[in-house]
Nanobody, 116 residues
Framework: QVQLVESGGGEVQAGGSLRLSCAAS????????MGWYRQAPGKQRELVAI???????NYANSVKDRFTISRDNAKDTWYLQMNSLKPEDTAVYYC??????????WGQGTQVTVSS
């Protein structure tokens, strides 16, 4: 089992920045991929950014060059630095891990609101 706890959401004006954190506990050795998804009202959950054990990253086109995913292995924590935020980035953001044998774990979600 892996437990995930997110923090860092909030409200910011367009053009501002926020940093989300996701702290993992439990069987963190089983994590192969970590990342962030988001879900806006009335929309499906979508991938924002992922980072694998080898350090490779993948970003949604809508956030490339604005968002950066990173990790602190010593703390079993990863981050999503979000810059140049836009109103369309408003959503609930979920951290996510893909573990051995295809198991997944999700955080509880944190609200990000960007006002124009």
């Amino acid at each position: 089992q892996v437990q995930l706890v997110e923090s860092g959401g909030g409200e910011v004006q367009a053009g501002g920045s926020l940093r989300l954190s996701c702290a993992a506990s439990g069987s963190t050795f089983s994590i192969n991929v970590m990342g962030w998804y988001r879900q806006a009202p009335g929309k499906q959950r979508e991938l924002v950014a992922i980072l694998d054990k080898g350090g490779s990253t993948n970003y949604a086109n809508s956030v490339k060059d604005r968002f950066t995913i990173s990790r602190d292995n010593a703390k079993d924590t990863w981050y999503l630095q979000m810059n140049s935020l836009k109103p369309e980035d408003t959503a609930v953001y979920y951290c996510y891990v893909l573990r051995t044998y295809g198991l997944t774990s999700w955080g509880q979600g944190t609200q990000v609101t960007v006002s124009s």
